[in-house]
């Protein structure tokens, strides 16, 4: 005969247990809203979304969503940032709880997260800066993506080398990376920047690819490329290679996926090195970092996704062909232990 008491004795035994094997808590263990699958609506307004890094960014908020049993409600705004800021108070209408900022720039944004705030959202940011204290930043410590791959380059290069360099200014995660560029600038002075240049113009990549044409055309002599941004680096990859260059430039970037994968694997590819954090697992902590806010936890006002350095020849020597393996054979890229109390689900547990 199980009586009530000891029912919920077992029931908290059986709670404790998962916590110790790392397996998430039930449903209806973990704090309000969360103990009630399906109550809580939450979206994500994105101003970017082309590109592999963005498609596999929503797939792991999707996977983490899921995991929480909430409702998703996903804006996509394509690089209209008016549309961005109204999509902004659509989600508001909506009655959603939370709200994901995705990209998007300070002066569109600003307004429109306080008055998301002003609703009682609550509001996370990833790589756009709303210049509000009640809104958490989820970043990818793009300082640290652009030091990895400017590291490796020294490392390859030496300390005197001349470069060209892709950037567009206003986009958050980019004027940080280009923070650190400057940085290096000015502690290798052997550094000689040839040309600056870069587009968002879509599609990026074929955008940034007749850019670089002119810029290798003009500068034959350029010997490294830092394209901070993977989209950024397809299109460098692109004039380089119609150039005949492959063979004297080398390409440093920032971020990861499969196509890129495959395009550094290339006999004779040019593109030597990125840095990245996986997408999915930056989109899942993004996810994560809303949901802490609406059970009334604070992740903190930066929550920081830390990067891993990820070479040709680490791809090459491991034989990884895909982002799935990746994860798998460089198990830091898999998994990121970043605002994970122990009632959340992981949405990576086997």
Known sequence: ?????????????????????????????????????????????????????????????????????????????????????????????????????????????????????????????????????????????????ARLALEQAIKDNGESWKAGYVYVAGIAPLDRRNETWVEFKKKYPGINEAAMFGTLDNPIANSVANQARSVVSANPDITVMFAPYDEFAKGVKIAVDEAGLSSSVKIYSADISTADI???????????????????????????????????????????VPPTLITQKDLNDNDIKNMEELSAKLPQFAHADVAMPAWMPNPNAK
Not at 95 to 124: F, N, P
Not at 270 to 275: I, L, P, V
């Open 262 to 304: 495959s395009a550094m694997r290339e006999a004779g590819s040019a593109w030597a090195a990125t840095a990245a954090t996986n997408p999915a697992v930056v989109g899942q902590v993004s996810v994560r970092a809303l949901a802490q806010l609406l059970a009334g936890e604070d992740p903190g006002k930066s929550v920081i």
């Open 1 to 145: 005969m199980i009586t009530r008491r000891t029912f919920s004795k077992l029931g908290l035994a059986l709670a404790a247990g998962s916590a110790l094997l790392g397996m998430p808590a039930l449903a209806q263990d973990r704090p309000a809203p969360f103990d009630k699958p399906g109550d809580v609506k939450i979206a994500l307004v994105r101003y970017l979304s082309t590109g592999d890094f963005f498609q596999a960014y929503l797939a792991g908020v999707e996977s983490q969503a899921k995991a929480l049993g909430v409702q998703l409600q996903v804006f996509d705004s394509r690089q209209d940032a008016a549309l961005q800021a109204d999509m902004v108070d659509q989600a508001i209408a909506l009655g959603v709880q939370g709200i994901i900022i995705q990209h998007g720039l300070t002066e569109s944004m600003k307004e429109a997260a306080q008055r998301a705030v002003d609703a009682g959202i609550k509001v996370v940011a990833f790589d756009v800066n709303v210049e509000n204290d009640k809104i958490p930043q989820i970043e990818q410590s793009d300082r640290d993506l």
